[in-house]
């Protein structure tokens, strides 16, 4: 049984005592788990726990075993970078269908915008060399340069973060490219919203569009899409069978079956919302895990209900037209109003260049967002306003602003 193997040699391991430390303060003995029935009984890992303990110290492989080390910034937790040792690549490329490879798309240079500690970076050089494809990182941190530089190599893929790409469109639309020439994207690294992936769509309008789940820690996707999931919205895929994916009060948690792993992450709680459901789907595999945003980063709760990037996103339907692509930002405050606290959502909007900010597109603006902004299944802004539960939305139009890749979309004060 493979979970009792990685059990096994987490524990009784002799390069580090992290897995050892952390069951003992957890009273947990590994030995009462006789098969993958029992897996709920095993304590969960926490990225706090893993970035308390220096690396080298969590190392569970002979330190020349190391071949590289995933470095997450965090979304939430910026001061401190979650860095794992890495001793394999993540899961094998024909488990992910991986299309860079594909013969018929042919794809002779791939520009990759990622950060440079992303997995994916250390897992193509070598086999994208070997077949005569060139592989160009691009400076996420200067994406103007990017673009220029993307332009006259003639790119015909690009690899990038659903963040990252929204803002590389806008400078690649400077530099007169024509997007038709980009074959495929792939997105990897962060939950994609649908809104996001219409934009993709729009733009590199020739291009094929691959997304998988992954995460650094985990050191690659654990998500795919498989033909037939085409028809499906794009935040569904199959887990890859490489590990366990669980779906607990919401959130992936995730759990490594090799026991040969630098650092096998056992019952790690991603922070990434999802669920999993049972599916029969014609290519064999019978799962299907919805991905939502990042817990506490996409989504927020307050006085009730929920508030979700998606559902923002969703509620800029009518307003796409006058707005910059992934510029906005919400937040949630309360006001005390005849001694009564009431929520109020604020946003700002970035408009685009050729767009005049006026009183008259502030109202239709305002009102189309709240009609169509839905914090519950069946209410929406406009709902909870008449109801007399939620203040009415304090909509700020502004020029474009410098994005910031790790600005959050929702914030709050309550
Ligand atoms: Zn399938």
């Not at 970035?350 to 902004?373: N, P, Y």
């Amino acid at each position: 049984m493979k979970l009792i193997k990685v059990l096994e040699s987490v524990v009784e391991n002799n390069f580090s005592n992290f897995y050892r430390n952390k069951y003992v303060k957890d009273e947990f003995d590994y030995k009462t788990i006789r098969s993958e029935k029992d897996l709920s009984k095993i304590p969960f890992l926490k990225r706090e726990e893993i970035i308390a303990v220096p690396v080298e110290e969590r190392t569970l492989v002979p330190s020349e075993s190391v071949i590289y080390y995933s470095i997450s910034s965090g979304t939430i937790d910026s001061t401190n970078p979650l860095i794992v040792p890495h001793s394999e690549f993540g899961p094998p490329a024909k488990l992910g269908v991986d299309r860079i490879y594909d013969e018929n798309l042919n794809i002779k240079r791939l520009f990759f915008l990622m950060p440079s500690s992303a997995p994916s970076l250390m897992r193509l050089i070598f086999p994208m060399k070997k077949l005569g494809k060139v592989l160009l990182p691009g400076n996420i941190h200067d994406l103007d340069l990017s673009a220029k530089i993307a332009s006259q190599v003639k790119i015909d893929a690009i690899f990038s973060t659903p963040t990252i790409l929204t803002l590389f469109i806008g400078s690649l639309k400077k530099t007169g490219i024509d997007p038709r020439s980009i074959k495929l994207i792939l997105i990897r690294g962060e939950f994609c919203s649908i809104q996001k992936i219409n934009f993709f769509k729009e733009f590199f309008s020739e291009a094929e569009i691959d997304i998988k789940y992954g995460s650094s820690e985990i050191g690659g996707a654990i998500g795919y899409r498989c033909p037939h999931l085409k028809n499906f919205t794009p935040n569904v895929y199959h887990p890859l069978l490489k590990g366990i994916v669980e779906s607990v009060e919401d959130e992936i948690v995730y759990t490594d079956l090799s026991s040969t792993k630098a650092f096998p992450l056992i019952r790690y709680r991603t922070g990434d919302a999802g669920t999993l459901e049972n599916i029969d789907c014609p290519c064999g595999n019978k799962a299907l895990l919805r991905v939502g945003g990042k817990i506490g980063f996409d989504k927020i709760k307050f006085h009730g209900v929920t508030l979700y990037v998606e559902s923002l996103e969703d509620s800029f339907a009518e307003a796409t037209e006058y707005m910059e692509p992934g510029q906005f930002k919400a937040h949630v405050t309360e006001k005390t109003i005849d001694g009564r606290i009431m929520p109020q959502i604020s946003i700002k909007i970035g408009l685009k260049e050729e767009v005049e900010t006026s009183d008259f597109l502030k109202g239709v603006i305002s009102r189309s967002v709240s009609d169509r902004l839905y914090l519950s299944s069946d209410k929406s802004l406009s709902d909870l306003v008449k109801l007399d539960i939620f203040l009415p939305l304090e909509l700020t139009l502004t020029k474009k602003w410098p994005c910031n890749l790790k600005s959050k979309y929702i914030t709050s004060d309550i």
